[in-house]
Each structure stands twice: as C-alpha cells, then as structure tokens.
C-alpha cells in the first residue's frame, strides 16, 4: 500500500461472484507466498456479501473495511431493522416497544432466519400500525452472516475506514495507470489463459515503473548529460 506496488494479480470475469473468488485467492495466495497478510481490506459494496465479510472477519481475522449493502430500510414510514437492538448474548432483537423477538424454526434459503415477536405482544402494542400494520406479528429476517455485517458496519465513519478509503483511491490510481499508459483497457491475448498472462507482464511493468520513480535520483546540478 506505501509504495503502490502490486502483489499479485488474478484475472477473472467480470462478475460480482468470480471479482470475490478472485480476491480471496489473492489474500490467500500472497500470504503462502510472502507471509504478507492484511489487518484491513478497503473494497466497494461488490465485496461487502455477507459470505465474503464472515470469510474475512471469522476465517480470516482482517478487519473489512468495506460499505455494508443495506436493504433493510423501510421507506413507508413503519421502523426499519435498525430501530430494532439486536443482542448478541440472548441471540435476540428487542423492539422499540421493549419485546423481545427471538430466532426460531430453519434456516431459509440456506441463509436468513427470522425473528419473530410474540402475536400476543403486537396485538396489545400501541406502536403496531408503525410496526407491522398488515401482519398479526413483526419478523425481522437475520442474515446467518449478520455478524460479520455488524463489524463491517462498526468501521464505517472511523478514522481508520476513512483513511483505507483514501488509500483505495490511490490504488485506483495504479488501475487508471494501467488502463491509460499501459493501454490495458482492452486485452490482447484471448481466453482466461491470455487474460491472465497479460495481466501479469502488466503488473511486472507497473512495479518496475514504481521501483524507478522510487530509486532513480536525478542528476547533479550542472552534470551535462549526453545522448
Ligand atoms: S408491534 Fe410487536 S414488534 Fe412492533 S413494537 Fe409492538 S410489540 Fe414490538
């Protein structure tokens, strides 16, 4: 990150799942290779799924320091998930109306469980018509991966977060160099095989360009230079 250089380099597809599969076998591959492994990783929202932010924060141990894509935000004007205070301890939410909303019955679609208030509770509670009006009772659904979530969501408007984003913009730079002077906006070799070996000379010309601006000292004063 000091210096701009690049480590590795994995061409894949350009969709969101292959972009992930990618970035995880770089992290994975730069460690093996150089012992080299990040306290933090500054990526867009594409890599904020909630399988990728549990692969880093649980398996991995790197703070993400990545946009959470959070689509829990009601806008009818009924409170959204996050009016509700999920606690860890008990595996509960608790909701703007004091009840607790427990997690019960399978796993849906291999990754959400619901939480549901007590059809009781709601019946009786003032605060139903801004809540669940056209349901006896409010669920609120729980990614399995929620946790992961929650950390990625304590970095966001940290001193750290925002320094990782300036930091990205400066690798985004590299990516503009690439594309601009390196004229690799579009590959020349065909296949992943092509994309892969392209992407890599690239890289080695990128770094050697780094390690010129770094350790080329410019001439004395007056030297006379010939060509
Ligand atoms: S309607 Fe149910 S979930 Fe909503 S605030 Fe009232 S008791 Fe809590």
Redesign the pocket.
Known sequence: MKFGVIVDVEASRSIRQAEVGAAKTMIERTEERFGLKPDRLAADTAYGAAPMLNWLVEEKGIAPHIPVNDKSKRDDGT?SRGD?RYDPTGDVYH?????Q?GTSGPVHEGKTLLCR??KL????????P???PKEP??KIPRDIHEHARDVARSFVGTEDFEQSRRERKKIEMRFAHLKRILKLGRLRLRGPRGAQDEIVLAAIAQNLRRLASLVARPPPAGALCIA
């Open positions: 409170f509700f909701c703007p109306g004091g009840k909303l208030a007590s509770d709601c019946y009786v509670c003032p605060l139903k801004k809540c669940c009772s409010r």
